[in-house]
């Protein structure tokens, strides 16, 4: 596939962005961000981007994930920084109508989003069976709804790490 092409959906959700306020209900992208080195931090971020680009085109989501551009002005390994980050993250999940729980793990940040968007009686959608069942248990033990919690295993897409073959050094898709 081409450069071109290759961006192509990077340019798609970057119009969408700057479209004003898109109508329809919003999603909240939680995936994992922490990292052990840079090239893979540059890649949790990029996949943060693709999870919301496959949002909005396959589920009609519009779709928001701090840590896909937050990363960009705030450092993580700063305390104060991370603290502004995730306050921020919360406090935009808390004008999310659903949450949608990606990848194939559950990080730590994950694990406060779900605490959270449970205490909000929100819907939490996964789409991979461990995911599914460690998000329940999450729900459960904070006295959250856990039937709140669905699995769509039917998006393969908003499991895989480098979705749509998206890969953290080229940043091209295959």
């Keep these: 596939?081409?450069?071109?092409?290759?961006?192509?959906w990077e340019h798609t959700l970057e119009m969408r962005c700057m479209e004003g306020s898109p109508v329809g209900a919003k999603a909240y992208i939680c995936s994992p961000?922490?990292?052990?080195?840079?090239?893979?931090?540059?890649a949790n971020i990029r996949t943060a981007r693709a999870y919301m680009f496959l949002a909005g085109?396959?589920?009609?989501?519009?779709?928001?994930?701090?840590?896909?551009?937050?990363?960009?002005?705030?450092?993580?390994?700063?305390?104060?920084?991370?603290?502004?980050a995730i306050d921020f993250g919360l406090r935009l999940l808390e004008q999310s109508d659903i949450l949608l729980v990606c990848g194939d793990r559950i990080s730590c940040g994950m694990e406060g989003e779900i605490r959270h968007a449970a205490s909000l009686n929100m819907t939490i959608l996964t789409f991979d069976k461990t995911v599914f069942r460690n998000t329940r248990a999450i729900v459960a033990s904070c006295g959250g709804?856990?039937?709140?919690?669905?699995?769509?295993d039917r998006y393969p897409q908003f499991v895989r790490k480098y979705p749509e073959g998206i890969t953290p050094d080229s940043g091209e898709v295959a």
């Design 33 to 42: 961000l922490s990292a052990v080195n840079r090239e893979q931090l540059r």
């Design 145 to 152: 709804d856990e039937y709140r919690v669905r699995l769509d």
């Design 1 to 8: 596939m081409s450069n071109n092409n290759a961006e192509q």
């Design 57 to 84: 085109r396959d589920l009609g989501y519009v779709a928001r994930a701090p840590h896909a551009y937050l990363p960009l002005l705030l450092n993580d390994s700063v305390p104060v920084e991370r603290a502004l």
